[in-house]
């Protein structure tokens, strides 16, 4: 593989692609989002076969991954997600004059995208990371999830496409084959502006430390996943213990447990364990063991189970009723609080339906527990209005270890749309200050530009006098159209 060629092609097309005017760029997302619904007969029982998630399941994915890509077309033609500024020279000003300053956001260069195995669709190829790097204007060099190849060179093609058809250069997309080697080829070429990564820890931070260690470190946007903690309360919980349990369930075994939303770890009071427990076992019974995306992820799960079954400060409510070399038995132990914060082992992240109940005795200890917690993707609070109201304290330690934080529900089903953060402290994620699914994941492949007295000619249209584009830009301190 000629990595020189795949990134001068790439600049290439940067220089070209970076100006090209949100419409335009619009246009050309729409045509990816059509062309992989063109596809859909192929493709659905495709990545179905590959990654054994159900036709049904795949079906929700294309109309998500086609969605998000509409979606960052329509805030290309809006336009005002540059976040134009504008402060006007005042020549006259004393001691000295002010000059002109315009500022805007402007794309980074070419980025590597790892895509991930569960989400064969909408997190992999034409996933959220290719999606907002191309809405962005930096072109996508896509390293290939060996997990599904076919339906990764199939939409890998359907995006090549939409480039030919949308007179850009070739060099906007590029699919890539290869193994681990072949991704740190990449991410260490010196055209390589930016690294998107969905995936595990291991592999998430070794690729953030190898771009660190670059001559020009380059930021690397890791989602390594997370256990997504629920904390019950004691009113909700004991008023609501068949049902919470049922919610509990559904997210705990979606898709076989293989979302980086699943819920690893719940907090239960002590009054109400034995009686969550019962009704939690009995829903788990009711759960048909769903194969997982391929035998070595299996492996992993019952790895992670084996080191657990030989830590005696475990309870096991639900032992996995096999281990299977695909399909994902699902189980449930419980510690006490005051062994859980004894070993931080107990955090790992168990990729399939396990989960880990934290009894606890009092409002201390809840709260020396969340006192511990690692970075997360979300935390879930299952309160009563009045149970939570004089817990500010707690809520605001708690809003710091996450990216989203839910009142209701369960954290899998990750919206996807203007208000979504998808990012937590490390070690869910290596950049807490940025998402991965919503509109916002644009801004990790773009960086602010100021012009000082620049000719109006020169300037991009998004910062000229006459705001031709007529998006909202803050003009002299006031946000205006
Ligand atoms: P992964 O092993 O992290 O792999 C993701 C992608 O990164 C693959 O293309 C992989 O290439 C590449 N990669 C991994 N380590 C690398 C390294 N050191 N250098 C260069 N490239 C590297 O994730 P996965 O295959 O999707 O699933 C494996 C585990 O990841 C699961 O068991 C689970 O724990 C976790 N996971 C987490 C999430 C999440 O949402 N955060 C999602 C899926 C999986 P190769 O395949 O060629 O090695």
Redesign the pocket.
């Known amino acids: 593989m000629n990595y020189d060629q795949i990134f001068q092609s790439a600049q290439e097309a940067f220089l070209h692609f970076k100006n090209v005017s949100g419409k335009d760029k619009a246009t050309f997302l729409r045509r990816i989002a059509d062309g992989l619904e063109a596809e859909k007969h192929t493709l659905i029982p495709l990545a179905s076969e590959e990654s054994n998630l159900p036709e049904g399941r795949i079906t929700g994915e294309l109309g998500r991954t086609a969605g998000q890509i509409r979606l960052f077309a329509k805030l290309l033609e809006e336009g005002s997600w540059v976040e134009a500024v504008i402060d006007h020279a005042d020549p006259e000003r004393t001691p000295a004059p002010k000059p002109d300053l315009r500022r805007f956001l402007t794309p980074l260069g070419p980025v590597v995208v790892?895509?991930?195995?569960?989400f064969p669709l909408a997190?992999s190829t034409a996933g959220g990371d290719t999606a907002s790097a191309l809405a962005s204007g930096c072109p996508v060099i896509y390293?290939?999830?060996?997990?599904h190849p076919e339906t990764s060179k199939l939409v890998g093609q359907v995006i090549s496409k939409a480039v030919i058809d949308s007179n850009l250069p070739l060099g906007v997309f590029t699919h890539v084959e290869?193994?681990?080697e072949?991704?740190?080829k990449l991410i260490q070429h010196p055209l390589a502006k930016a690294v998107a990564?969905?995936?595990?820890f291991?592999?998430?931070k070794?690729?953030f430390d190898?771009a660190n260690q670059r001559s020009e470190p380059i930021p690397v946007f890791a989602?390594?996943?997370s256990v997504n903690p629920i904390i019950a309360f004691k009113e909700k919980l004991g008023a609501n213990i068949e049902s919470l349990a049922k919610a509990f369930v559904g997210s705990l075994t979606l898709g076989a447990g293989?979302?980086?939303t699943n819920p690893g770890l719940i907090m239960v009071p002590s009054i109400h364990a034995e009686a969550f427990a019962s009704a939690v076992k009995k829903e788990l019974q009711e759960i048909a063991a769903a194969p997982m995306l391929h035998e070595g992820?299996a492996e992993?799960y019952y790895k992670s189970l084996s080191i657990l079954e030989s830590r005696k400060e475990l309870k096991w409510v639900q032992v996995a009723a096999a281990k299977d070399l695909i399909k994902a038995y699902p189980a449930l132990a419980k510690i006490k609080a005051n062994d859980w914060l004894e070993d931080d082992h107990f955090q790992q992240?168990v990729?399939g339906s396990f989960a880990l109940m934290v009894v606890y005795e009092n409002f201390n200890e809840l709260f020396a527990i969340a006192q511990r917690l690692h970075g997360q993707l979300t935390i879930t609070l299952w309160g009563e209005n009045g149970e939570l109201a004089k817990k500010e304290d707690l809520i605001n330690l708690l809003s710091e270890k996450c990216g989203r934080l839910l009142f209701k529900g369960a954290p899998t089903g990750v919206e996807v749309g203007h208000a979504m953060q998808h990012g937590g402290p490390y070690p869910s994620t290596t950049d807490s200050r940025f998402t991965s699914v919503g509109v916002h994941a644009i801004k990790r492949f773009v960086r602010p530009i100021a012009y000082q007295d620049m000719p109006q000619d020169l300037l991009p249209d998004a910062l000229k006098e006459g705001n031709p584009l007529g998006i909202w830009r803050t003009v002299d301190g006031e946000l205006v159209k």
């Open positions: 790892f895509g991930a195995s569960n997190f390293k290939a999830h060996p997990a290869g193994g681990i072949t991704g740190q990564f969905t995936g595990s291991t592999g998430g070794s690729l190898l989602e390594m996943g293989q979302f980086c992820i992993a992240e990729f």
